[in-house]
């Protein structure tokens, strides 16, 4: 049995795993749905429909603005999930080539691209967001994304290199630099597919954090700006009327949590399914 397989076998035997698998394709699916619960910006009555408790007609009720705050929940996580998953995905690429690239290059490469990652990781990665957003007020989507992946990818990058320098003088890499493999044929054929397991971890665990990263600068007014629906600034749109509309703000705050926690899940279950010492346990 291949060792993806076996990984597959034993991440299907870690219930809260495949709960927050499931989950996560819950949510994905309510986000490709979204358009199915109707116009996340539409204001049909802004006097008589202000803070309406959940109904047939709205099943999670209105806001201060008499919009829906189901079809904006669905909405926003369209926007969470993208922001997440895109910025995880780029983080992890950017990360996995540096790492790659200090483990394989020469000692004086080497030096300079971890003392630039030593002084990069240094930087707080939030007071630094908020800079960058505060004075690019109008940012798009695009923008969030390669942002918060660009602040995101240092661990990653240390992770990949510290395996590359103890894999480059393994005896199967020795064996095929003996036989004649160039650089890039045993980079791509005998280092890609023992660094990968790591780097999908770190992708899994980091899509949680990158969402309620993405929360927070909504919430402050930064970020994805409105009038999109975002899981951010629908909270702070619900916060003036916590007391006499309270699920303003909970549907979103509980579909964040729910998004956080199931993303959590897989990850810590795909390292489990991954880790070498849980195989050989197994």
Known sequence: ??????????????????????????????????PVAGDPLAQPDPVGLQDRPPSPA?????????RDVLSRTLHGARV???????????AVTLGAGVGLAAGVAGRR???????GVD???????????????GVWREAPAAAVVALIAATGWFQTSRIVRAMVLALRESDFVLAARALGAGGPAIVRRHLLPHVAAPVIVSASLDVGNIILLEAGLSYLGLGVRPPTPTWGNMIMDGK????TAPWV??????????????FNLAGDGIRDALDPRAGAAA
Request: hydrophobic residues 65%.
């Open 249 to 262: 703000a909970l549907a979103p705050g509980l579909a964040l949590v729910a998004t956080v926690v199931a």
């Open 119 to 133: 002084v990069a990781m240094a930087l707080p990665r939030i007071v630094l967001l908020l800079a960058v957003f």
């Open 1 to 34: 049995m291949s060792p993806w397989r076996h990984a597959v076998r034993r991440f299907a035997r870690n219930r809260p795993a495949v709960a927050g698998a499931a989950l996560v394709a819950l949510l994905a699916a309510g986000a490709l749905l979204a």
């Open 58 to 66: 709205h099943p999670l009720g209105t806001d201060p603005f008499s």
């Open 240 to 243: 003036d009327v916590l007391l």
């Open 109 to 115: 490469t080497d030096q300079l691209l971890m003392r």
């Open 80 to 90: 969470s999930l993208v922001i997440g998953v895109g910025a995880a995905l780029l």
